[in-house]
């Protein structure tokens, strides 16, 4: 049984019994890994209201023997509360916590991926991000867990991909004309929303248009959960409280 | 060898949330213990339960009236029928008509929206209370969500929905709980707490 200490971001949690809470966190130092928060729905003082989904927080655990660590108590470094003062921000918050909860894994560090999670959210928080600072996120997030997805040029032959590229997330990404033979899965997408997304990724901070947007969250949320292996909960949510 | 009804026993009161595999033993062999009688209330009980208690067709709270009517809090004249206060779930309801301070009646969602879990609009009463607003003449809906991410996010939905129909919508305080500790309280909670202060 060993207690550490380690700066984390409350990814979600799932009650146990009558009074405890299992919590997701992803921490710096460890990646992520799941805490057993005994009396956390009961205890006023232990944990007060700390255990939300996003909080960073600095964690004190304890190893047990099996997967699940004890959470001993936290000390909240920000809570990220303004977030809750808008539903789209609240939406956008809790979908970056899941896409951050599948694309970590267990005991593996990933200081860019957690650093990119904090500033996202203090963005949020500070009311400084716009639609558009979603896709950056994204793109970012799936970068730094080596999922990056190739918008330029065709990721099969490196030529560039033209005015009717095809987008296969099973190879990669985008894909020119003359390989689209090759990618029978791939679907269409419109030269302007590669266009988009390759600049996004090259670093470029301008806003997109709402359409463009749209055309763009759409081919990322078909390469994640390809590679997810299922779409994520928060974006069906997104879709259905009509917020991007 | 325990005998089968003995198991078969022990494994339906497993599955009672908050109860595990050696409390529900413990609640078989007190069942067994006690008088016949009260293990056949016990089961009358729970059969009536599940034969007569239904949803309001109205604000889904539980009554136990004949199918299609309404429960005690909508059928009540002194309530006032202008102020509809929304709450998650039964428990809720039941804390707040424990104040006696609230005198409207009451709407419940049955869940709050829940972006990880996978539970949207579509999956709670929104709909019901939407349609509602066109048969009543309410002027005022109180969410009474948790003050959690959840319960936020469900709140600002209404607001968007209810907002535009012409209906005031306003949200329980937040804060310092009475008898609560200020050393204690999370960075949120006094923000908010300040955010709210009022005038002595």
Redesign the interface.
């Known amino acids: 049984m060993e207690r550490f200490a380690d700066e984390a971001l409350v990814l ?1 949690t799932v009650d146990f ?2 009074a405890d809470r299992i919590v997701t966190l992803f921490t710096r130092g460890h990646g992520r890994l799941s805490a057993f928060a005994a009396g956390a729905r009961k205890s ?2 232990r944990f ?3 255990l ?3 909080t960073h927080l600095t964690a004190r655990l304890v190893t047990t023997h099996g997967d699940t660590c004890r959470l001993d108590g936290v000390d ?1 470094i ?2 990220f ?1 303004h977030v ?1 003062d ?2 789209a921000h ?2 956008r918050a ?2 970056c ?2 896409l951050c909860r599948e694309l970590s894994r267990d005991n593996q560090p990933n200081d860019a991926l957690f650093d990119a999670l904090v500033h996202y959210l203090g963005l949020l928080d500070d009311k400084k991000a716009g639609p558009t600072s979603l896709i950056k996120f994204e793109l970012d997030a799936l970068q730094y867990t080596g999922f990056m997805p190739h918008f330029s040029p065709c990721a099969l032959c490196g030529q560039p991909t033209g005015d009717r590229p095809r987008f296969d997330p099973e190879h990669g990404g985008v894909v020119c004309a003359a390989c689209a033979p090759r990618v029978p899965r791939g679907v269409a997408a419109r030269p302007e929303v590669v266009d988009a997304l390759a600049r996004l990724q090259a670093g470029e901070r301008k806003p997109l248009p709402p359409e463009l947007r749209a055309r763009s969250r759409e081919l990322l949320n078909l390469f994640i959960a390809h590679h997810l292996g299922r779409k994520l ?2 974006v ?3 879709e ?2 009509g917020t991007d | 060898m325990t005998p089968d009804a003995i198991n078969r026993l022990v494994a339906q009161l497993a599955k009672l949330p908050g109860i595990g595999e050696k409390s529900a033993q413990r609640l078989a062999f007190h069942v067994l213990r006690s008088p016949p009688e009260y293990a056949r209330a016990l089961a009358a009980a729970l059969i009536e339960v599940v034969d007569r208690v239904k949803l309001c067709s109205r604000c889904f709270s539980l009554h136990d009236g004949p199918e299609g009517t309404f429960c005690g809090f909508c059928n009540d004249p002194r309530r006032d029928e202008r102020l509809v206060c929304v709450v998650e779930g039964i428990a809720d309801e039941m804390a707040i008509e424990r104040t006696r301070e609230f005198k409207g009646r009451y709407h419940v969602l049955h869940g709050v929206l829940s972006p990880l879990e996978g539970v949207g609009p579509e999956q709670l009463r929104i709909k019901e209370l939407i349609l509602r607003m066109q048969d009543t003449p309410i002027e005022e809906v109180i969410v009474a969500t948790n003050p959690d991410v959840e319960g936020e996010a469900t709140a600002l939905y209404l607001t968007r929905l209810l907002k535009p129909i012409g209906v005031k919508v306003s949200r329980l305080a937040q804060g310092i709980p009475m008898g609560g500790d200020l050393e204690y309280a999370d960075q949120a909670t006094l923000a908010r707490a300040l955010a709210a202060r009022r005038d002595l």
């Open positions: 979600g019994g009558d006023k003082k007060a209201g700390a939300e989904a996003g909240v920000r809570s509360h809750r808008d539903l609240i939406a809790l979908y916590l899941e909960k928060s069906e949510f997104m259905q409280v």
